[in-house]
Nanobody
Framework: QVQLVESGGGLVQAGGSLRLSCAAS????????VGWFRQAPGKEREFVAR????????GYADSVKGRFTISRDNAKKTVYLQMNSLKQEDTAVYYC???????????????WGQGTQVTVSS
């Protein structure tokens, strides 16, 4: 079992930055890929970024590519999502999730955090 806790969300103006953290406990975290997903009101949960456990390879949704960076510190059991040049359309609840496979499909992830709200104002 892996428990995940997100933090770092908040209110920021468009063009600003935030760094989200996903802290893990339990399980062998270093063997799990971690994905970040987001869900805006009335919309389905969507993939944002992922990082593999084996070689640290990363993948991003086209909508955030070049603006967001995912990274991990296995010693601290933490994954980060650095979000720069934020836009109003980035407003959503952001979730991290863990699974041995580094996929982009939400339902393929076994473990989820509770989410952290990110609100980008104009």
């Amino acid at each position: 079992q892996v428990q995940l806790v997100e933090s770092g969300g908040g209110l920021v103006q468009a063009g600003g930055s935030l760094r989200l953290s996903c802290a893990a406990s339990g399980g062998t975290f270093s063997r799990y890929a971690v994905g970040w997903f987001r869900q805006a009101p009335g919309k389905e949960r969507e993939f944002v970024a992922r990082i593999s456990w084996s070689d640290g390879s990363t993948g991003y949704a086209d909508s955030v590519k070049g603006r967001f960076t995912i990274s991990r510190d296995n010693a601290k059991k933490t994954v980060y999502l650095q979000m720069n040049s934020l836009k109003q359309e980035d407003t959503a609840v952001y979730y991290c999730a863990a699974d041995p496979r580094a996929t982009t499909v939400p339902h393929e992830y076994d473990y989820w955090g509770q989410g952290t709200q990110v609100t980008v104002s104009s």
